[in-house]
């Protein structure tokens, strides 16, 4: 379970990004963080990671603090942002190389994240060779490379173009099924909250903070997203956005 | 065939050019002394080329030290600067000034300070060469992605981790465009330098040769001497390219 209570973040600018913050995480759940630009989801998601130190209070896990230990968590950023030099299976390897774990030791866990992400084939191509939507999954591949127990993703399918999103949205889905990984996925993005997620956070205009809580029980399958319960959510959501919003 | 003719193309410009320069001296009676042609300045080559290649030598010596000291100072400077910004604050004004310094006005103060012909030559040389070592390489350890220093925190890296397999191959290219701009500036350097102490009794490299040369009227000899400069320039610069070629090749291959 991971807990942030009363979670505050001021820069030193004076900006005040997150203004209490409390919500609980169950294992396994899909959650959205979904906000306008500027409402602090990517500041949270660098809060619960570790990345940043938060102005007032505190993210627990499993009732105590501290920062995530190394390949505890996994992260998506928007960009891939792969090592130009390293093909897909050394990019895969990173994590597991920083931890210093042999070579030999990590192939099995990256020619499973690869599988994983369905691309054992491009193991020895580097990223230039990739498509955007390829470089985007080994992105993903070396998140879960260190088989983390939360996965946090940040606005990773902004960049790409329509098709390529639906289909790692898709992928995604499939792979959260099989694995049950506890995901955090922040978007901007009403339809891709609404698609993906089972719980989804709706969050204020700056200082962010949690404005709803809503959960998703959609159907699976192909029909998703042509089903009654994706419509009836989408409109929840927008419907939350309208009273939340500055008019 | 279109490629190949702009392979060739600057090939046949120069052959056309020398050409008519031949054809302008022979045809217009020009003394050597005013303009030798092409076969007067070949012809003076081979006539002292001895002192002109050892010459030549003397000069590719301080280059090659410049340009190896310009690197090491330029990378040490740039990896301080991007680990410390008190030591960027502290440090960035005088690396412009100096830079902006004309070496010719900075080199009779060397002179008279370090007492040893070959050093002095190639701290002249170094002044000129090192700031676009470490001006490219402070970019380019600068513009690694936040995302990638995210990444690498998540997982425990350790500072040397980030510096050896993050921060330093992200800037390997800009070090070495910073290289390559720095090899021949490392030669102008060396050439300045020669200039001024060669009046002040260093007498070795080839700038020294276009300056006796020049004292002895042989002007085919100064114009050899030009040429082996201009020459050493482009060999220096197309070598640094292959450097550049070779190490980044990984990189930009699928």
Redesign the interface.
């Known amino acids: 379970m991971f807990a942030l209570e009363t979670l505050s973040k001021r820069y030193d600018t004076g900006v005040l990004a997150l203004d209490g913050v409390n919500a609980e995480i169950a294992p396994g759940e899909f959650v959205a963080l979904l906000g306008p630009s500027g409402c602090g989801k990517s500041t949270l998601l660098r809060l619960l990671a570790g990345l940043e130190a938060p102005s007032a209070g505190r993210v627990a896990w499993d009732g105590h603090t501290g920062a995530p230990a190394p390949g505890e968590i996994g992260f998506v950023f928007q960009d891939a942002t792969l090592l130009p030099w390293a093909s897909a299976a050394e990019n895969v390897y990173l994590p597991l190389k920083l931890r210093h774990v042999a070579r030999r030791e990590a192939a099995p866990k990256i020619a499973a994240a690869l599988a994983q992400v369905g691309l054992s084939e491009f193991a020895g191509t580097r990223p230039k060779g990739l498509s955007g939507g390829m470089r985007m999954r080994v992105s993903i591949a070396r998140a879960l490379v260190s088989e983390p127990i939360l996965l946090l993703m940040d606005e990773p399918f902004a960049a790409l173009d329509e098709f390529t999103r639906h289909k790692l949205q898709d992928d995604l889905l499939a792979l959260w099924a099989r694995t049950g990984k506890t995901i955090v996925f922040v978007t901007h993005s009403i339809y891709e909250a609404a698609y993906l997620a089972n719980r989804i956070l709706v969050m204020s205009p700056r200082p962010g903070r949690v404005a709803a809580d809503l959960q998703a029980r959609l159907p699976q399958g192909p029909h998703r997203r042509a089903s009654g319960e994706y419509v009836a959510l989408v409109e929840r959501i927008t419907a939350c956005f309208r009273e939340i919003m500055p008019t | 065939m279109r490629r190949m003719v702009e392979i060739l193309a600057p090939y046949g410009f120069g052959a056309l050019a020398l050409g008519g320069w031949q054809a302008a001296v022979w045809g217009l009676h020009v003394p050597p002394y005013v303009m030798p042609g092409p076969a007067a300045i070949v012809s003076a080559y081979f006539g002292a080329h001895g002192v002109l290649d050892s010459g030549l030598l003397a000069t590719l010596a301080v280059t090659g030290a410049a340009l190896l000291v310009a690197a090491m100072l330029g990378l040490v400077l740039a990896l301080l600067m991007a680990a410390s910004p008190l030591f960027r604050a502290a440090i960035q004004p005088w690396a412009v000034i100096i830079q902006v310094t004309p070496v010719v006005a900075l080199a009779p103060f060397i002179i008279i300070w370090v007492n040893q012909p070959f050093a002095c030559l190639v701290i002249c040389a170094v002044i000129v060469a090192f700031f676009p070592i470490l001006s490219n390489t402070a970019a380019g350890l600068a513009a690694t992605?936040q995302?990638?220093l995210?990444?690498?925190?998540?997982?425990?890296?350790s500072r040397w981790?980030i510096l050896f397999?993050?921060s330093l191959?992200y800037a390997l290219p800009d070090f070495l465009t910073g290289l390559r701009i720095s090899g021949t500036l490392a030669l102008v350097g060396a050439v300045v330098a020669e200039f001024v102490a060669g009046s002040g009794g260093f007498a070795s490299g080839l700038a020294w040769q276009i300056i006796e040369a020049s004292y002895r009227l042989e002007i085919p000899r100064m114009f050899a001497a030009l040429v082996l400069l201009g020459m050493t320039g482009v060999a220096i610069y197309a070598a640094l390219g292959l450097l550049e070629h070779l190490l980044l090749a990984?990189?930009?291959?699928?």
């Open positions: 992605p995302e990638l995210d990444l690498f925190r998540l997982n425990g890296a981790q397999q993050l191959p990984k990189r930009n291959r699928a």
